[in-house]
């Protein structure tokens, strides 16, 4: 069964400074692999997700995200983080191109953004 | 906006109760899956329905039922509701593509007491 680890809980930068968020996902095969972030009171909005191709994934948002299958992790990145972008983000996995919709999430990680 | 509505915003039951939650998808949208997310952890897949029929499981006791309807809405039925029940649901819609961009919506609050 697949699995997803996101090590840090909580997170804190200052706004403008660089972000990466960690995911290391369990997985034998080629998985499929998304980040979404879920603001209070919102749902989950897709950022990005990986399905094959190019390893480096452009989101929305400025975000982007890498897949590293050596290391098996798929971490986001954002060059200059804005006060608006602190939420919980959560990193997921499908585990095939038929079930890439019945996804199991990490146990998110917390963004603050100091001013 | 996803498009995607949930309804009640909040609900509160005690133990035993039943319930049920109700979503509303895009047009369009005939697949339907619902996640249970408790406090400070990630969503778990409950169950997905696919022209309204039930197409796959997550790790959920069969207290859990669904319906999809035709008019692309759908519910999430939980009988004898238990403490750990406790959590905000989340349904999600996407077109026909199992690789088509899934759109949540905000949740229903369930408290059990």
């Known amino acids: 069964a697949q699995s997803v680890t996101q090590p840090d809980i909580h997170i804190t930068v200052s706004e403008g400074a660089s972000l990466e968020l960690r995911c290391n996902y369990s997985y034998g095969a080629t998985p499929y692999l998304f980040w979404y972030v879920q603001s209070p009171g919102q749902g989950l909005q897709l950022l990005l997700k990986y399905f094959s191709g190019d390893t480096l994934v452009q989101g929305i948002k400025g975000f982007e995200a890498e897949f590293k299958r050596s290391q098996s992790s798929f971490n986001l990145r954002k060059p200059s983080v804005h006060w608006s972008d602190a939420a919980e983000y959560f990193c997921a996995v499908g585990a095939t191109k038929s079930s890439g919709d019945k996804l199991t999430f990490g146990t998110g990680t917390r963004l603050a953004v100091r001013p | 906006e996803t498009g995607v509505t949930q309804s009640p915003t909040h609900l509160i039951k005690t133990r035993g109760q039943q319930v049920t939650l109700r979503c509303s998808s895009q047009?369009?949208?005939?697949?339907v899956s619902w996640y249970q997310q408790a406090l400070g952890q990630g969503p778990q897949f409950i169950f997905q329905y696919y022209r309204e029929e039930e197409n796959g499981r997550g790790n959920f006791p069969p207290r859990f039922s669904g319906l999809q309807f035709p008019n692309y809405s759908s519910e999430l039925n939980v009988n004898a509701l238990e403490l750990d029940d406790s959590a905000l649901y989340l349904c999600?819609?996407?077109?026909?593509?199992?690789?088509?961009?899934?759109?949540f919506g905000p949740g229903t609050r369930l408290t059990v007491l």
């Open positions: 047009s369009g949208h005939n697949t």
């Open positions: 999600a819609s996407r077109g026909r593509l199992s690789t088509d961009t899934q759109y």
